[in-house]
């Protein structure tokens, strides 16, 4: 069983070996049937290189007053000022992100409000009393009684809005 060539692919390969046999015109004819041609004026891409320094804002370093108490109720009673509860977990990624805000607002109300933060691993008898569920929960406190709950990272200043706004109504 002989196999057949079509007539178009035995014409191309006749002129692809009849360009190759020729003397010194045969590079240009082969690159002229060459369906890889290179153009002189290739577009160029152009890039913008940011060299610009990141954008960085200094806080001021707040030393945390660590705290012994018997129970967060003795500590709520005790308190001349509202306080506000970060219940937290090491492993939550939200809670790490809050942790510099926190100092933020600690810093800019001063004294009109104590933050203390309870890690919900250490203490799970204290979430369970509030009904801790979401990572990171906030409870403001004000007379010992909670006053305002809210759930999830937010910017110092949607926290400090939050928190003034509950301390005034």
Do not use: H
């Not at 014409?11 to 046999?21: E, H, P």
């Not at 610009?52 to 967060?72: C, D, E, G, N």
């Not at 406190?141 to 809210?150: A, E, I």
């Amino acid at each position: 069983m002989a196999a057949s060539v079509p007539t178009w692919s035995s014409a191309l390969l006749t002129t692809t070996s009849s360009s190759s046999i020729s003397s010194s015109s045969s590079s240009s004819k082969l690159s002229n049937l060459s369906s890889l041609q290179y153009q002189p004026y290739l577009p160029t891409l152009t890039y913008r290189r940011f060299t610009s320094k990141p954008r960085t804002r200094t806080l001021p370093i707040v030393a945390a007053k660590k705290q012994t108490f018997s129970s967060l109720d003795d500590l709520l009673e005790k308190a001349e000022k509202p306080v506000l509860v970060d219940f937290y977990a090491t492993w939550c990624g939200p809670c790490q992100f809050m942790g510099p805000i926190l100092n933020e607002v600690s810093v800019s109300m001063g004294d009109s409000i104590q933050v203390v933060k309870i890690d919900t691993e250490k203490y799970p008898e204290i979430a369970n009393k509030y009904s801790i569920e979401a990572l990171p929960t906030f409870i403001l406190f004000k007379d010992g009684k909670p006053c305002d709950r809210f759930e999830g990272a937010m910017t110092a200043n949607q926290l400090i809005q939050r928190i003034e706004g509950t301390l005034a109504g």
